[in-house]
């Protein structure tokens, strides 16, 4: 069966809907019930619990508590780079910015304007720039950090659907994660602006930051913007950035002339928080 064909029934599902009961359950603090679910997602999707802060199923008293669950300290070391993964997943793809055209998959591909809500100027910043899609799978660690420093300047929430992220859906779905709800988050660092992008997907209860805390739900019907310029929210290498519940992508953008990619990365390959993405040119 074709990507295309398989991903139809995602066009008639109602992903809202799905979503938003998805998010209930999660957030229920449902005493054996909540165990014996979490207990079952674990053997299902074989979440490693010995890297977890706390490996003990029983004590989380919700599935969001279990899901966004931090690491033992240690568990990631920051390797010798200029910028670091910022997250468990595998690479969707990876690259150069063409002109203003990211790669999402062969036939499709997506414009920076269109990613970042429609703001052009803000988008003109990475024209022939460098891009990367993190995919995180149910059965990663689900927070995301910093791969450099960098400060704050704003935050958009860009409503949109909710398709799944998977491979599969997105060689089936063109501009997939610039039609997916997303929070765009613009940071100024030592090589210019860097936005990272979390892009939400079906079942995905919430987006929160560090600094907002939860973003979504209540999902906005219009587009939404935050700025921090008079605010010094500064957040360093390595450092915890947000938070999705269920899995989902990370977009991120760099200027032109920036950066030379991890020569061992390759698409679909594994990758994890801490290890080298890139160095600056």
Known sequence: MS???????????????????????AGAKGGAMTTR???????????NMAEAANPDIASYHSFNDFFTRALKPGARPLAEADLVCPVDGRISQFGAIEDDQIFQAKGHKFSTTALVGGDRALAAHFQHGSFANLYLSPRDYHRIHMPCDGKLTRMIYVPGELFSVNPTTARGIPGLFARNERVVCVFETAFGPFVMTLVGATIV???????????NPPRQPDVCEWTYADQNIVLKKGEELGRFLLGSTVVMLFPKDTLHFNEQWQPAGPVRLGECMANLK
């Open 205 to 215: 209860g919430s987006m929160a930051t560090v600094w907002h805390g939860v973003v």
């Open 3 to 25: 990507d295309r064909l398989a991903v139809l029934p995602q066009y008639l599902l109602p992903k809202t809907a799905l979503t938003n009961f998805a998010g209930r359950v």
């Open 37 to 47: 679910l979490i207990r079952w997602f674990v053997g299902k999707y074989d979440v």
